[in-house]
């Protein structure tokens, strides 16, 4: 399957987006202590219904839930329960997407839930949205995935940040992951190209910490081996032919 969309693909990834982003902006209104992560997730799950658009998380790759929220130390992959209640001060990452006639968005953000336990918490969730942003910004037709990676690692790494390595972002539309792998690390000037018409999904994962994860025992969670807090964004945006467009903003 090509990796450039048709105008009628990116038309329903437009909508896609702005849906994938009404309801990240929705819980992250609704979010506070005392709400497990499933109390979220049942939510999104209503909102996804509501919407009439399908959950292309749920039952991919087995996963099964509609969204991944994962809490402090845990990166990336956090699977939705009952039993985990968030408390004040946790540093929250939701992940999700939805599927409109047939194409999906990926989308992420950190929020710190009521009062940041300490300042360098609420500055590693500015600053990796800022990365976001600096990978954002270079990306344009003909661009390279490691002009990406390197605008990125660049951001983090003047904090002396973790730039988690073992996930990357990719293309997407079609499926959650396409081709290319989008690494959030590089050099300007290398990796595959990209051209006007592609979709990606751009995620900076950072840690306060260093770079070393691992998987949790239910197979899915990623967390910092060094207990380090984390935090993540994502945008899927399109490669146009004067630069980028954000797909998965409101
Ligand atoms: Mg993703």
């Not at 497990?36 to 219904?49: H, V």
């Not at 899915?220 to 399109?238: I, K, N, P, R």
């Amino acid at each position: 399957m090509t990796q450039v969309k048709t105008p009628a693909e990116i038309a329903a990834m437009r909508q896609s987006g702005k849906i994938t982003a009404s309801i990240v902006q929705l819980l992250k209104e609704r979010v506070e202590p005392g709400m497990s992560t499933m109390d979220l997730a049942l939510l999104a799950a209503a909102e996804i219904k509501a919407y009439g658009v399908e959950a292309p998380f749920l039952g991919y790759m087995g996963y099964p839930d509609v969204i991944l929220i994962s809490l402090n130390d845990e990166v990336v992959h956090g699977i939705p329960r009952a039993d985990r209640v968030i408390n004040d001060g946790d540093i929250v990452k939701l992940d999700f997407g939805v599927k409109y006639q047939g194409m999906i968005t990926d989308h992420a953000i950190t929020t710190i839930v009521g009062k940041p336990r300490q300042k360098r918490h609420q500055q590693l969730v500015e600053r990796t949205l800022t990365a976001l942003e600096a990978g954002i910004m270079a990306v344009h037709d003909r661009a390279r995935t490691g002009d990406i990676g390197a605008a990125v690692q660049a951001e983090l790494e003047r904090w002396n940040y973790g730039v988690v390595r073992d996930l990357v972002g990719h293309g997407v539309g079609h499926s959650v992951h396409e081709d290319p792998d989008i690494p959030n690390y590089g050099r300007a000037g290398s990796g595959p190209w990209l051209k006007a018409g592609m979709t990606i999904a751009i995620e900076p994962m950072a840690t306060l910490g260093d770079h070393r994860v691992y998987v949790a025992d239910d197979e899915w969670t990623y967390l910092t081996q060094d207990g380090s807090m984390a935090a993540h964004f994502e945008h899927t945006v399109l490669i146009t032919q004067e630069g980028v467009e954000v797909l998965t903003a409101l």
